[in-house]
């Protein structure tokens, strides 16, 4: 029995509705999410397959944390959208040990590799090997790859975008990543997000791990800025946990102990929640224009 805690018109929830189809399943259909009905949906439906993204998790987790019954029917979650951060994955995996936690890395365009939870614990920070039919190399730090069933055939009548996402049959993701000996893939940070700083190179995605290992943050996200002196400088917005108190000194002194100088950041902005879309994912087009 699977949930669609994502829309149907975007392409994780019209996989959890072909999947449910195509295995013969039960999906059950919510028409707005919010944590505490989710849960309450999962125990009365008896659901055992859960598609999630680490932001519906994390807003589930206090409810999950009081009543981890409620998710007793749950055997497996598919989690995807955006990166599973560790500590988030640790908690979650000691509240419901009868739960088997794939991550799925890929997009609209293209389903690229996953990883099973042992995984996860034991490479830190991978989102798994190709699926099967899926070729993934790495061209100038950005993953490239082709599969016929697994990469899109192309978008509806926009023939330069065509040109710009497909080389030599490769489909360019815009993603920054790197593959080890094994074969386990990394994504190290979108394209477009990275912060050239000074002439250095600053992966958000890698302050923004350092940044959420912090007891007081719940989330953040990282953005480039201009800078008249470095050419960009970074710029992190950050969601504090419930009733906890920072400055902008302290987070930067934070990071400044955990990472190199050049990559912590040298503004920090408070927010109450960071804006998503309807994935989950953060919408750093809206910190650029706020910033």
Request: charged content about 25%.
């Amino acid at each position: 029995m699977f949930p669609a805690s994502t829309p149907l018109a975007r392409r994780a929830g019209l996989g959890r509705l072909v999947n449910g189809l195509g295995l013969g399943g039960t999906l059950v259909i919510k028409d707005q999410f919010d944590p505490a009905g989710a849960l309450e949906l999962i125990d009365r439906e008896r659901v055992t397959v859960a598609g999630l993204p680490p932001t519906v998790i994390r807003m589930m987790l206090p409810t999950i944390r009081s009543s981890p019954e409620k998710c007793s029917s749950l055997r497996r979650v598919i989690v995807s959208t955006e990166a599973f951060p560790a500590q988030l994955l640790l908690e979650t995996a000691s509240l419901l040990p009868q739960v088997q936690f794939h991550s799925v890395y890929g997009m609209s365009e293209a389903a690229v590799s996953s990883a099973s939870l042992a995984e996860q614990l034991d490479r830190p920070g991978t989102v798994g090997r190709p699926l099967s039919g899926v070729e993934v190399r790495i061209e100038s730090e950005e993953i490239l790859v082709r599969g016929r069933d697994a990469v899109m055939k192309g978008y509806f009548n926009r023939p330069d975008a065509n040109a710009e996402a497909f080389r030599d049959g490769w489909f360019h993701t815009g993603d920054l990543g790197r593959m080890d000996a094994d074969g386990y893939l990394y994504v190290v940070d979108r394209k477009k997000d990275m912060v050239v700083t000074g002439g250095y190179n600053v992966y958000s995605k890698e302050v923004e791990q350092v940044l959420v290992q912090h007891p007081d943050i719940a989330d953040a996200a990282v953005i480039g800025v201009p800078d008249a002196l470095y050419g960009e400088a970074v710029a992190a917005f950050v969601e504090l946990r419930p009733g906890a108190s920072l400055s902008a000194e302290s987070v930067i002194d934070y990071c400044r102990s955990q990472l190199a100088g050049y990559k912590k950041p040298r503004h920090v902005r408070f927010v109450d929640a960071l804006p998503r879309n309807s994935l989950g994912k953060v919408l750093k087009a809206q910190l650029r224009e706020r910033f």
